[in-house]
């Protein structure tokens, strides 16, 4: 049997490499390994064959560090509360900025499943008030469609440069403080329109079989009227909770300015606006990826990966493919159903915009992104505070 062949490696026979041979053999040299006393042992100082070592070389490039920067993740409506209390716990603790670019996408998470939440107990709370109270219960479930028509949160994407260098992190970590602090005021008055509901069906009940015994069935005007205070105090709790994210988002605006940001603000506002359009074409053509041959078509969602994925998502979007995009994705989504692409259709605008920022900001940092849809929010939160009002004088009239 031939001797194992035995390599020895020093640094002295090291710095005398070419480096462009190094480079374009280190994924090589790297694994070979030596043998010493007919045992495989890693070479001495293998090391100082990384790109990264620490010999000086003219040749090499330095490595480009890319920025955290914000990511989409889809959250289950039942799972978001405890996702955004972990998620203000760590931003109290943030140093760098990379819990805090993360901040905005999660928090319009929550406040879509609280507004779905309000919704709800808003409209079960008008089916138990008493018939005379309609003019109440028409402007709580107008209050309601102000918040499913009108409010509109920016797609927001930004990285630890913009936080750090823009010096936005105390401050960001105030407004999350105090957006905390008015969720927990608003979970506080959801629990007591719940106990109120519970104590109306308790009573109703009560009167059911009173009823049937030939007893009076009356007493349910001071019930309805709490009812009626709790409610009110829920959709006023909404409007300041949106007023807190209102500020946060200024906070960030204010970076736009800065010389350290990049943005890019108009270009994805343009962009969301085509995404939308095919989204709602999409919606005409339910179906059309088996009868009409797109590029869509032709991209097998089983034997993909998923950075292979994502780069056609980026691509088709960089093309101004939208409907194309909105197709694929839906196929990606059928097959990730971790919330990689998001866990609906109510994700893609989200979805294709995210996707669209990372390959936009590869090799770039500083990068902002706020989506003209700032005045829609402030609108919708001028809207509410005048629907807040009316509620509260028509509540007042009836407590005379």
């Known amino acids: 049997m031939e001797d194992r062949e035995r390599v020895?490696?020093?640094?002295?026979?090291?710095?005398?490499?070419?480096?462009?041979?190094?480079?374009?053999?280190?994924?090589?040299?790297?694994?070979?390994?030596?043998?010493?006393?007919?045992?495989?042992?890693?070479?001495?100082?293998a090391r100082v064959l990384s790109i990264e070592s620490s010999l000086d070389v003219e040749d090499s490039q330095p490595t480009y560090h890319r920025p955290l920067a914000t990511e989409f993740v889809s959250v289950a409506s039942e799972e978001v509360e405890a996702q955004w209390r972990a998620h203000v716990s760590t931003v109290l603790t943030d140093t760098t900025g990379a819990a805090a670019v993360n901040t905005y996408h999660l928090f319009e998470q929550l406040f879509k499943a609280t507004k779905r939440r309000v919704g709800k107990l808003t409209k079960d709370s008008c089916g138990f008030l008493a018939e005379n109270w309609g003019g109440v219960t028409s402007?709580?479930?107008?209050?309601?469609?102000?918040?499913?028509?009108?409010?509109?949160?920016?797609?927001?994407?930004?990285?630890?440069?913009?936080?750090?260098?823009?010096?936005?992190?105390?401050?960001?970590?105030?407004?999350?403080?105090?957006?905390?602090?008015?969720?927990?005021?608003?979970?506080?008055?959801?629990?007591?329109?719940?106990?109120?509901?519970?104590?109306?069906?308790?009573?109703?009940?009560?009167?059911?079989v009173a009823s049937t015994?030939?007893?009076?069935?009356?007493?349910?005007?001071?019930?309805?009227?709490?009812?009626?205070?709790?409610?009110?105090?829920?959709?006023?709790?909404?409007v300041v909770l949106l007023q807190s994210y209102s500020s946060l988002l200024s906070l960030l605006l204010s970076a736009k300015d800065n010389s350290h940001a990049t943005d890019m603000s108009s270009e994805f506002t343009d962009i969301q606006t085509s995404i939308g359009k095919a989204v709602s074409a999409c919606e005409w053509f339910a179906g059309a990826e088996a009868?009409?041959?797109?590029?869509?078509?032709?991209?097998?969602?089983?034997?993909?990966?998923?950075?292979?994925?994502?780069?056609?998502?980026?691509?088709?979007?960089?093309?101004?493919?939208?409907?194309?995009?909105?197709?694929?994705?839906?196929?990606?989504?059928?097959?990730?159903?971790?919330?990689?692409?998001?866990?609906?259709?109510?994700?893609?605008?989200?979805?294709?915009?995210?996707?669209?920022?990372?390959?936009?900001?590869?090799?770039?940092?500083?990068?902002?992104?706020?989506?003209?849809?700032?005045?829609?929010?402030?609108?919708?939160?001028?809207?509410?505070?005048?629907?807040?009002?009316?509620?509260?004088?028509s509540i007042k009239q009836l407590e005379m």
């Not at 090589?28 to 042992?41: F, H, L, P, R, W």
């Not at 918040?147 to 949160?153: A, D, K, M």
Request: hydrophobic share 35%; proline share 3%; glycine share 4%.
């Open 139 to 208: 402007q709580f479930l107008g209050a309601v469609e102000i918040l499913n028509s009108q409010v509109q949160f920016p797609h927001i994407y930004t990285d630890t440069e913009v936080i750090s260098k823009c010096r936005l992190l105390e401050r960001h970590k105030f407004h999350v403080m105090e957006l905390n602090e008015n969720f927990i005021s608003y979970v506080q008055q959801r629990d007591a329109v719940m106990e109120q509901l519970e104590n109306i069906k308790v009573s109703l009940r009560r009167m059911s």
């Open 291 to 393: 009868t009409t041959p797109t590029s869509a078509a032709y991209v097998d969602p089983f034997t993909i990966s998923l950075p292979a994925a994502i780069h056609t998502l980026q691509e088709h979007v960089k093309q101004s493919e939208c409907i194309q995009a909105v197709k694929l994705l839906r196929m990606f989504r059928r097959k990730w159903k971790d919330g990689s692409f998001g866990l609906s259709e109510d994700d893609d605008i989200d979805v294709l915009l995210s996707v669209y920022a990372r390959y936009k900001s590869e090799r770039r940092s500083g990068v902002l992104i706020v989506t003209d849809t700032t005045h829609k929010l402030s609108g919708a939160c001028s809207n509410l505070m005048e629907a807040n009002m009316m509620l509260l004088l």
């Open 8 to 45: 020895i490696v020093t640094v002295s026979d090291i710095q005398k490499v070419d480096t462009r041979s190094v480079s374009d053999h280190f994924d090589d040299d790297i694994s070979q390994m030596a043998t010493y006393d007919g045992e495989k042992v890693e070479p001495p100082n």
């Open 213 to 238: 015994e030939g007893s009076p069935s009356g007493g349910s005007h001071m019930q309805d009227l709490t009812l009626c205070r709790s409610l009110y105090k829920l959709h006023f709790q909404l």
